[in-house]
């Protein structure tokens, strides 16, 4: 299975409620999503605080991804 076919199928699941999909995603994406966030605000602590609410948010919002508008990546 492909990342992107991995990333749908998380998502799938986590419009069920699967909190396990979430963690998926967490561990596949945080890496490049934290070195993201630290180049745009600069210190540790605040990237870190940025990323926790991202992933809030995913994780309230999955249902607003839509696969044919972009890759779970991007959307996140």
């Known amino acids: 299975m492909s990342e992107a076919e991995l990333d749908r199928s998380c998502m799938d699941r986590m419009r069920a409620g699967d ?27 605040d990237a870190e605080e940025v990323l926790q609410d991202a992933w809030v948010q995913a ?11 972009g890759t779970v990546a991007a959307w996140l």
């Open 19 to 45: 909190v396990k999909a979430l963690e998926e995603l967490y561990d596949r994406h945080t890496p490049m999503l934290y070195s993201l966030v630290l180049r745009i605000v600069g210190r540790a602590a």
């Open 59 to 69: 994780w309230k919002r999955a249902e607003t991804w839509e696969g044919e508008r």
